[in-house]
């Protein structure tokens, strides 16, 4: 049996994951640890790199504790992350500002002065556009993309812009943690959208570089997700209770490994993820974009393919809202005025637990209640940082029960309006599998099915998916597999959810004014927001 070590870096922690691997991917053991996301007023969202390191340091003893394993066993190591940040360091690997996640707004003069400006269409300046979609296949159109947040450092800091040597994404700061080397990988360099991805070209671009005022200086090697990264130095090594010089694997993205570890690697296979945020994702062959509803393929962990992309920002985030602020009510009790995660007389293990019991009391539709998840703006299928959430059609008769509900359902709504917007451009799959948080509940699984009218298929442990990524990922590395389509018959299908034909005019009715509520109160957004 071959043991790897695999990092799940997301939004809110870490997530750490020891595997097993002989004829499938089996999970020994994992630890998971927060950390802070800090949010500022001007839209701003850092996160602390040393919390990043202390929680790896902290969960990899963990796990190796709670399973047994030697370390002198491990064999290899790589990450799955959190995409699109900004870690501008300098030559000794210290970032220069603080690490500014994906979910950063603050450089909305920048994005109006780079794609906003002079000659345009659509709202978006016609030859940066252009030269975009021929060279990357995409366009940094969104104000949460990190080259605009690049030039907010310039503008706003340049003495700390001075300072920096590499743009690096968060497994890219890690990577360099443990191993001293500058790199990124092809779908981290993708994100950065100066990055040419044409066939046989693909390199970092001169052109879009001078168009959006990148200094290529400050660009790092570009390896495959599959290719070693470094060896774990000595330091690090002590540090995280690991062998020193085992072989760092470059892994990947969440968008680019959640897919992998869902199985869904093969073409036209579609996968939802629904974890802090959530997206719509389809494996595709060719480049393809829809710049007017911001989703486009990407590029991910297999060569030769791209993952074609549509992402909701916050999706599990919507849930713990609903944890602190409709399932704790103003004095800090529970629904049931007794806490339910508490005492060996639970009948739920966790809080979720209780509200998937309780959301399945609430009949579909929720009573005509409609929440809209934009808690912290929006992507796809429209890009507006302004948009936020709302419940709408609230009556007398309306309880938490129904609102709950609507915010799992208002959820599901919004992934199949973004499949409805993946369909324009590729064929998504009528099979979906379901990975993330939002797969552990049954009664979640079966409204998405309800409401897409699609079949949708859970794997075994869906929130570790990511981590299934890396770790397949580091095995594609160390030679045990010889091409990630193997991962299909390695990972199988736990249940099978079939869309209930009785829920489907009241899902329509709810779905076409959910669809309409953003238009509607577009410019209300603005006024309360901008």
Known sequence: MNVIIAYDIGTTGVKTCLFGVDKTINLLGSASMGYDLFLMPDGGAEQDQD???????????????????????????????????????????????????????????????GMQSGLRVQGLNVVNLVRSMMLTGAASTSVKDPVWKYNWIRNHEPENFRRAYKWLDVK?????????????????AFSTMVYDTRKGKEQWSPSICRAFRVDMEHLPKVIRSEEEAGRLHEKAAAELGLP???????????????????????????????????????????????????????????NERFNYF??????????????????????????????VCEGEESLYKSLYE?????????????????????????RCPFEDPNAAGMFFNLRLDTGKTEMIRAVIE?????????????????????TIRFVGGGALSEVTCQILADITG????????????GSVGAAAITCLGLGIIQDLDELQTMIPVV????????????????????????????????????
């Not at 443990?178 to 790199?183: E, M, Q």
């Open 244 to 302: 020193a010089g085992i072989p760092v694997f470059g892994g990947g993205g969440d968008a680019s490994l959640i897919g992998v570890g869902a199985g869904a690697c093969g073409m036209g296979q579609t996968h939802i993820y629904w974890g802090t945020s959530g997206w719509v994702e389809t494996v595709t062959d060719r480049r393809a974009v829809d710049v007017v509803s911001m989703a486009a393929a990407i590029v991910g962990a297999q």
């Open 51 to 113: 919390q990043w390191w202390t929680s790896m340091c902290v969960t990899t003893a963990e796990v190796l504790k709670k399973t047994g394993v030697k370390m002198e066993t491990v064999e290899g190591m790589s990450f799955c992350s959190q995409m699109q940040g900004l870690v501008l360091v300098d030559k000794d690997g210290i970032p220069v500002h603080r690490p500014m996640s994906y979910m950063d707004q603050r450089a909305r003069k920048e994005l109006q002065e």
């Open 410 to 430: 208002g959820i599901c709504y919004h992934m199949r309006w973004m499949l409805q917007v993946s369909d324009k451009k590729v064929q998504t799959s009528q």
């Open 172 to 188: 890219e700061y890690l990577i360099h943690r443990c191993t001293g080397n500058f790199i990124m990988t092809r779908d981290s």
């Open 454 to 465: 699609r079949t949708i298929e859970t794997v075994p442990e869906p929130q570790n998916a």
């Open 495 to 530: 249940k099978t959810f079939e869309p209930n034909p009785e829920t489907r005019d009241v899902y329509d009715r709810n779905y076409a004014v959910f669809q309409s509520l953003y238009d509607d109160n577009r410019k209300n957004f603005a006024a309360l927001n901008s």
């Open 354 to 378: 209780y509200l998937s019991a309780t959301v399945a009391k609430a009949e579909p539709g929720a009573k005509g209640v409609i929440f809209t998840p934009w808690l912290h703006g929006n």
């Open 310 to 339: 549509a992402e909701l920002e916050t999706a599990g985030k919507c849930l713990e809202w609903v944890r602190d602020h409709l399932a704790l009510d103003e004095i800090g009790i529970y629904l049931s005025k007794k806490d």
